[in-house]
């Protein structure tokens, strides 16, 4: 498979296990996970499409459960899902990738979730700079992780390892780049 089939079957997989089950007849389960062969069908491709796109899909953002028969997105849903993630202590320093005509914005108030169920946080300034990127030329924040989780602020950490909090209050972030 080409990488532009790769690509297009990647943000198909993204749309309907992260935002739109319905529109292809998918229902996931609560805790987001759909079976493999009802998503094979739907997308109408095949199972050797679909483990290459989560085995080369570079942010990790599909994961087959213990079985390999279900498959979920790891993080980033804006329906309702419970990942069953566990609360965890973050590293003392996160990064946020973003551009700069939502910087102002941000650094006034903070980071929300926006459509989404959490904020998402890199651990690495690179994988922010590359998370910005998509949308232009990247701003990098730092998040003061250690004083917001002192503050009572809890944190999760998807299978993929993408840092989630509810929000980032403003005086918790520092441009970096």
Known sequence: MNEKETI???KRLARHLRHDPAA??????PDGWAPV?????ALKITRE???EVVETNNKRRFAFDETGTRIRASQGHSIDVDLGLADAVPPDVLYHGT???FLDAILREGLRPMNRHAVHLSATVDTARVVGARRGKPVILRVDAARLAAAGHA??????G?????AVPPEYLYRVG
């Open 8 to 10: 297009r079957i990647s």
């Open 24 to 29: 292809i007849g998918l229902t996931l389960s």
């Open 37 to 41: 062969e009802q998503l094979l069908r």
């Open 49 to 51: 499409q679909l483990d």
């Open 99 to 101: 551009v700069a005509k």
């Open 155 to 160: 944190f999760q950490v998807s299978a993929n």
């Open 162 to 166: 993408v840092w989630l909090t509810a």
